[in-house]
């Protein structure tokens, strides 16, 4: 399976919508993209997974590694539109403790 990734910035808030698998083989692609972004201090980046299907602990760290960036470079990083099965791989790994993922129900109280 192979990894789409679409760009977008409006302003400072780079938004990317992602579309397949993120695994060891697609990873490095997404890494290219998404870790340059959250080297420019003060941007929002928004991270579309609606149309994600999997992530392996290679995917996982890329959103790891996109984190600890954000920290170095005083910039955000959301992950948005995860299904449920992606929400609990987060939830299992601890990882929605630490990013921040705007789920369906806090959309709906907003």
């Known amino acids: 399976m192979n990894l789409e ?27 290219e993209v998404l870790i340059p972004l959250t080297e420019e201090s003060g941007m929002k980046i928004i991270v579309d997974l609606a149309d994600v299907d999997y992530i392996d ?16 470079y005083e910039s955000h990083i959301q992950l948005q539109g995860l299904s449920s099965r992606l929400q609990r791989l987060f939830k ?3 990882l929605d403790e630490v990013i921040d993922i705007e789920t ?5 109280m907003q």
């Not at 602990?57 to 960036?69: D, M, R």
């Open 5 to 31: 990734i679409r760009q977008e910035t409006k302003g400072n808030m780079h938004l990317l919508r992602l579309s397949g698998e993120v695994d060891a083989f697609t990873a490095p692609k997404l890494r």
């Open 104 to 108: 369906q129900e806090k959309e709906e």
């Open 92 to 94: 299992i790994t601890g």
């Open 57 to 72: 602990s290679t995917g996982l760290g890329i959103f790891i590694g996109a984190l600890k960036s954000t920290h170095n």
